[in-house]
């Protein structure tokens, strides 16, 4: 595109060429991302999942339940 066409606004849109990369691929990319965030959201899953039993198998030994409630730290930082 020869640059003095930018200030001619008498020109097609097809004359003038994508306005942004990957044009005409919206909806694979909405595909994608609606995938990457169902998988983020199922590892998400899992991982906190993993944390509440872990805490619970921790909370059970040795009596931490009723440490715990008193105030003393049984659980690791988050």
């Known amino acids: 595109m020869p640059l003095e066409n930018v200030g ?8 003038i060429g994508p306005l942004y990369p990957w044009v005409g691929a919206e909806g694979i990319l ?11 959201h199922f590892l998400q899953m ?11 198998r921790t909370l059970k030994q040795n009596d931490n339940m009723t440490k715990a409630l008193k105030g003393e730290r049984i659980l690791r930082p988050m």
């Open 8 to 15: 001619n606004w008498q020109g097609t849109i097809a004359e």
């Open 30 to 40: 909405v595909i994608i991302a609606v995938a990457l965030w169902i998988i983020w």
């Open 46 to 56: 899992r991982m906190e999942n993993r944390n509440y039993e872990d805490d619970l």
